[in-house]
């Protein structure tokens, strides 16, 4: 079993930086990916970014400003969101994919609130 804990979340203003990391524990040899999820109010829950073996992809909205991250060390992702606009205001979930006997185990953080308001 796998546990994710976000963090970083809070009420911000136009342009402001936030860091968002998403500390694993458990048992756990090698991610196959790990990445960022967002629901805004009333929306359905979109992938931000994502990595997986060295490459990353990004939604076209925050293409720019947002970049995932790793420490496999320390078993922890990161989005560091610069120039944040009100269009971000979500919540975003961690996501990791473990790889065990050929068979992907998905996991998913409770969800940090990011709020943009001008």
């Known amino acids: 079993q796998v546990q994710l804990v976000e963090s970083g979340g809070g009420l911000v203003q136009p342009g402001a930086s936030l860091r968002l990391p998403c500390a694993a524990s458990?048992?756990?040899?090698?991610?196959?990916?790990m990445g960022w999820y967002r629901q805004a109010p009333g929306k359905q829950r979109e992938l931000a970014a994502v990595?997986?073996?060295?490459?990353?992809n990004y939604d076209d909205s925050v293409k720019g400003r947002l970049t995932i991250s790793s420490d496999n060390a320390k078993n922890t992702v990161y989005l560091q969101m610069n120039g944040l606009k009100p269009e971000d205001t979500a919540v975003y979930y961690c996501?990791?994919?473990?790889?065990?006997?050929?068979?992907?185990?998905?996991?998913w953080g409770q969800g940090t609130q990011v709020t943009v308001y001008s």
């Open positions: 990595t997986s073996g060295g490459y990353t």
């Open positions: 458990g048992t756990i040899l090698s991610f196959y990916s």
């Open positions: 996501n990791v994919v473990l790889l065990i006997q050929r068979i992907a185990h998905e996991y």
